[in-house]
T-cell receptor
Framework: AQTVTQSQPEMSVQEAETVTLSCTYD???????LFWYKQPPSRQMILVIR??????QNATENRFSVNFQKAAKSFSLKISDSQLGDAAMYFC????????????FGGGTRVLVKP | DSGVTQTPKHLITATGQRVTLRCSPR?????VYWYQQSLDQGLQFLIQ???????AKGNILERFSAQQFPDLHSELNLSSLELGDSALYFC??????????????FGNGTRLTVT
């Protein structure tokens, strides 16, 4: 079974600065997808960014970008120019490309943004 | 707004009781997923349905059951409730059955409190 690990329970960042969240996963598959979801205090689950494993180019969405290292099974999220609204729990998630498409989530990282 | 509707938003009930959580997926989405999020934890996958059929099962207790109806809405039934069942229950939907990077779109969750 695939597992997703987020080793940082909490990260703090100054407004306008950059923070990087770590995520590692364990899989024997070659076809899969990776996602980052944001959960603000409202508890909604909001998709931030996604990456296909077959793509070497790292995904970017505005101020959010990933560093995907397939060999190392690492998928970190970088938030640039942090804003107060970025304060939330961030979850890394894995989806198999072959065995159904449920998401397997990591334990989450809480991001605090200091004004 | 993700387009996924969950009702009720909040539910308070006593131990030993039975409750039903309802989910209406986004228009056009055939897959429905149920997740449980206990306090400050990650999301645990419970079960997936695709076009009315069960497709994947996670760590779902025998006291829990689900189904997806012909109109594609889904219900999660929780019975013989225990204090430890208190959690946020999410429903998510997606277009594809498997093998695609179509993201899961989450509802706002049902907050279940068992007293």
């Amino acid at each position: 079974a695939q597992t997703v690990t987020q080793s940082q329970p909490e990260m703090s960042v100054q407004e306008a600065e950059t923070v990087t969240l770590s995520c590692t996963y364990d899989t024997s598959e070659s076809d899969y997808y990776l996602f980052w979801y944001k959960q603000p205090p409202s508890r909604q689950m909001i998709l931030v960014i996604r990456q296909e494993a077959y793509k070497q180019q790292n995904a970017t969405e505005n101020r959010f970008s990933v560093n995907f290292q397939k060999a190392a099974k690492s998928f970190s999220l970088k938030i640039s120019d942090s804003q107060l609204g970025d304060a939330a729990m961030y979850f890394c998630a894995y989806r198999s490309g072959a065995a159904g498409n449920k998401l397997t989530f990591g334990g989450g990282t809480r991001v605090l943004v200091k004004p | 707004d993700s387009g996924v509707t969950q009702t009720p938003k909040h539910l308070i009930t006593a131990t030993g009781q039975r409750v039903t959580l309802r989910c209406s997926p986004r228009s056009g989405d055939l897959s429905v997923y149920w997740y449980q999020q206990s306090l400050d934890q990650g999301l645990q996958f419970l079960i997936q349905y695709y076009n009315g059929e069960e497709r994947a099962k996670g760590n779902i207790l025998e006291r829990f059951s689900a189904q997806q109806f012909p109109d594609l809405h889904s219900e999660l039934n929780l019975s013989s409730l225990e204090l430890g069942d208190s959690a946020l229950y999410f429903c998510a939907s997606s277009v594809a059955r498997q093998g695609a990077n179509s993201p899961l779109h989450f509802g706002n969750g049902t907050r279940l409190t068992v007293t």
